[in-house]
Nanobody, 124 residues
Framework: QVQLVESGGGLVQPGGSLRLSCAASGRTFSSSRMGWFRQAPGKEREFVAAITASGISTYYVDSVKGRFTISRDNAKNTVYLQMNSLQPEDTAVYYC?????????????????WGQGTQVTVSS
């Protein structure tokens, strides 16, 4: 069983920054690809970023490239999402998730464990 707990969300002004953390339990973290997704009110959940088990490769949705950075610390069983230059359109509940072996990194169906989500609100 894997448990994922996100933290670090909050209210920030446009142009500000936040760092989300996702702490994972279980012994498979270091061998698993991890991802961040988000869901805004009235919209479907969308892929934000993913990172391979080793941390060598990362992937981003076009709208956050150059502003968000995903990273991981396998010794701490934690994955991070550093978010800079935040805009109102980034407002959403952000979820971290663990990927099943194989599958497409941007497909939510490829992930089998999800956190409870953390709210990010960008507003002046």
């Amino acid at each position: 069983q894997v448990q994922l707990v996100e933290s670090g969300g909050g209210l920030v002004q446009p142009g500000g920054s936040l760092r989300l953390s996702c702490a994972a339990s279980g012994r498979t973290f270091s061998s698993s690809r991890m991802g961040w997704f988000r869901q805004a009110p009235g919209k479907e959940r969308e892929f934000v970023a993913a990172i391979t088990a080793s941390g060598i490769s990362t992937y981003y949705v076009d709208s956050v490239k150059g502003r968000f950075t995903i990273s991981r610390d396998n010794a701490k069983n934690t994955v991070y999402l550093q978010m800079n230059s935040l805009q109102p359109e980034d407002t959403a509940v952000y979820y971290c998730a663990r990927a099943r072996p194989g599958g497409v990194y941007y497909d939510s169906d490829a992930y089998d464990y999800w956190g409870q989500g953390t709210q990010v609100t960008v507003s002046s």
